[in-house]
């Protein structure tokens, strides 16, 4: 890599990483690149942040490097070799990078196990404490520089908060530790790396028990209210909030469809802004991994949720995933695509079936009475009248639990009130 090169890529890394992460400063980490360039001899700790910077500039890049790869895999030797000594805050940072490299160019379960190694080396050197409250076999920093502390809050939240997302989206283990004393670091000007870490911070760990976490539903909906009310001017972090929503939604849909029910709407709202969010990354050519992943698992809420309201919006969402697909032609867009178009497809299939088996049901006559005197009341003469808009005067009619006997039982163990059947007039 020459020092052009290094300028160059550096500018890509700030102009889109930078923003989102909060990560390194840049006249500090030239003047890094600098002193190395001008002594090239060995190995230090810094170059793992020059080749990480370097890999994730290339990718973002109109023009990629033709050695990113070997960037980021050089960056990735530096980095295995200091597992076995004392890490550092740049190793750490290191490993950051390299999760977020990885998050961008293959399959989730890279970026998680990388994210979970960061959080070792986050504890191994120290920074899940304060400064003061360090103990003697974490490596010696001065509590003195603001600079020092700033740096290690915004390393290990960035890396905690990486950690608890990539681990909720996939379903897998978060690190976690007894004692945390790190505080939060204050939001930056041109920075959302604060909103970044506040969203982790909403999402309820999956694998606690239930003395701790008595109504997991609850803490879903709840993780998804906070998300819904995060207002950011980042359009990678509303798709981020987008695909947290989404997932909570699967894991409502599998502990209680009547929590899933109550809260499609808010779901909906939100992958109808990541539509827009990642309609303008593709148009800037900023690949976040999201811009494609949110619209995909949009598709996949919608059809689950198969209501008119939710089915209309999956033409919009084919048509951007269209396009995606046309502008980054991938293996893994081309399959989402691909993948996508089938479950319209089958759900198409599906619903034609629905309804060609509504349409052999033969059309039913109802049973009509004389008509009634004058002197008769209104409700009489409504249910004398065929074809009438009958289930407009059901008013606030629980069609749920007519549908549904297990909530017939439910509610009558509960409540104590007579079963449907006899309420209905059936018994």
């Not at 700790?45 to 370097?54: H, K, R, S, T, Y």
């Not at 008769?376 to 059901?394: H, K």
Request: aromatic content about 10%; hydrophobic content about 40%; overall charge negative.
């Amino acid at each position: 890599m020459t020092w052009e090169d290094w300028q160059n890529l550096s500018k890509a890394y700030f102009k889109y990483v930078r923003p989102e992460f909060g990560l390194l400063e840049e006249a500090e980490l030239n003047e890094q690149a600098a002193g190395r360039f001008n002594d090239p001899q060995g190995l230090d700790d810094v170059d793992a942040l020059l080749f990480g910077v370097a890999a994730l500039g290339s990718f973002f890049s109109p023009n990629p490097h033709p050695k990113e790869r070997e960037f980021m895999f050089t960056a990735r030797s530096v980095l295995t070799q200091r597992i076995v000594n004392n890490p550092t805050p740049t190793n750490v940072a290191g490993w950051i990078l390299r999760t977020i490299y990885l998050r961008l160019t293959s399959r989730p379960n890279g970026a998680w196990c990388t994210s979970c190694i960061t959080m070792h080396q986050a504890e191994a050197s120290g920074l899940h404490k304060e400064l003061q409250t360090i103990a003697v076999v974490y490596p010696a920093a001065p509590s003195s520089d603001h600079r020092i502390q700033k740096n290690r809050r915004k390393l290990f939240q960035i890396a905690r908060a990486l950690n608890i997302i990539l681990s909720f989206e996939y379903g897998r283990s978060r690190v976690t530790f007894d004692v945390i004393t790190t505080k939060r670091f204050a939001p930056e000007n041109g920075s959302y790396a604060h909103q970044f870490v506040e969203l982790a911070d909403y999402l309820p760990n999956d694998f606690v028990d239930r003395e701790r976490e008595p109504d997991p539903p609850a803490a879903l909906g709840n993780a998804l209210t906070k998300i819904e009310g995060l207002e950011t001017d980042s359009a990678f972090i509303t798709l981020l909030k987008a695909d947290l929503a989404f997932a909570i939604y699967r894991r409502l849909w599998l502990m209680s469809l009547t929590d899933a029910k109550d809260r499609a709407e808010s779901v909906i709202s939100i992958g109808k802004e990541a539509l827009k969010a990642s309609s303008k990354l593709l148009e800037t050519r900023t690949p976040w991994w999201n811009v494609v992943h949110a619209p995909f698992q949009f598709i996949c809420v919608l059809i689950a949720v198969g209501t008119p309201r939710s089915l209309s919006c999956v033409r919009e969402a084919m048509n951007l995933l269209h396009r995606i697909a046309q502008t980054y032609d991938t293996h893994m867009v081309r399959e989402a695509y691909s993948q996508a178009a089938a479950l319209v497809r089958m759900s198409k299939k599906r619903k034609e079936k629905e309804l060609e088996a509504l349409s052999e049901v033969p059309e039913a006559t109802p049973f009509v009475d004389d008509y009634p005197s004058a002197g008769s009341s209104t409700v009489a003469v409504t249910e004398a009248v065929p074809n009438i808009e009958w289930a407009a005067d059901l008013g606030n009619f629980e069609w749920d639990m007519f549908l549904n006997p297990a909530l017939v039982m439910s509610t009558q163990q509960t409540s104590g009130e007579a079963p449907l059947g006899v309420q209905m007039g059936f018994a």
